[in-house]
């Protein structure tokens, strides 16, 4: 339910909640893949980086590349689908969740390939979650990440001429991001399994939120619009 007042507060709050597993998720990518699963500008440009100093194969960007792309085909399927905007992204986020525990429970297995197999899955799962937070449609978080978020945050300020709606939004996903990456971080400095774990977990409460109805928390949510 959106009002003319603000965005629906439900789709705020779980894409919010995205956003803090794709911070995890990115500082694990990095940390432990050497490569982005999800941020795929910067993947590009480190493949670039690395063809250009002769530092590394950069079969692992290419793999991240293509399976992100075959997520995103899968997840611009799913979106049109004739459902509401709440449950197609609240289902695709609870398919995300479930993918992301098993690139965890990949690594955790220690299997042969296991990096490249655990680099495949979250790819893929990263591919279709943005189907899904570009179908939620909120202004500057379509994708997890702070560039466009921090413009918005400037030209729409009152300094700018602008009427400064969306700050807090804007500001909260900043922090959000901020957070999911120290969290992946530590958390992954002592088990990476674990880490991606929690992450996956982040996105299934985010889904779990979308399709929740008969609760408490549901009805007041339902009667907030976030600006």
Not at 176 to 181: C, E, R, T
Not at 182 to 197: F, K, N, Q, W, Y
Not at 206 to 212: E, F, K, N, S, T
């Amino acid at each position: 339910m959106t009002t003319r007042a603000g965005h629906d507060a439900k789709l705020v709050i779980a894409i919010l909640l995205v956003t803090m597993a794709m911070g995890m998720l990115d500082a694990i990518s990095l940390l432990h893949l050497k490569i982005f699963a999800g941020y795929m500008t910067a993947t590009i440009i480190l493949m670039a980086v690395n063809i250009a100093t002769s530092q590394a194969i950069v079969l692992s960007g290419l793999e991240a590349i293509g399976f992100y792309f075959l997520g995103a085909m899968l997840g611009g399927r799913l979106v049109r689908r004739q459902r509401s905007v709440r449950a197609t992204v609240g289902d695709i986020l609870l398919g995300v969740g479930a993918m992301v525990g098993l690139a965890a429970w990949i690594w955790h297995a220690n299997i042969p390939g296991d990096i490249y197999i655990t680099l495949g899955v979250l790819s893929f799962a990263m591919g279709l979650q943005t189907s899904a937070t570009r179908h939620a449609k909120l202004p500057d978080m379509v994708l997890p990440a702070a560039t466009m978020v921090l413009h918005g945050l400037a030209h729409n300020s009152s300094a700018a001429g602008g009427n400064s709606t969306g700050t807090l939004r804007r500001v909260a996903a900043i922090f959000s991001l901020f957070v999911g990456a120290a969290i992946g971080t530590l958390v992954s400095d002592r088990s990476v399994s674990l880490g991606i774990a929690l992450a996956g977990g982040t996105i299934i409460v985010a889904g779990g939120l979308l399709l929740l109805r008969k609760h408490p928390l549901a009805f007041h949510l339902d009667r907030m619009s976030i600006p």
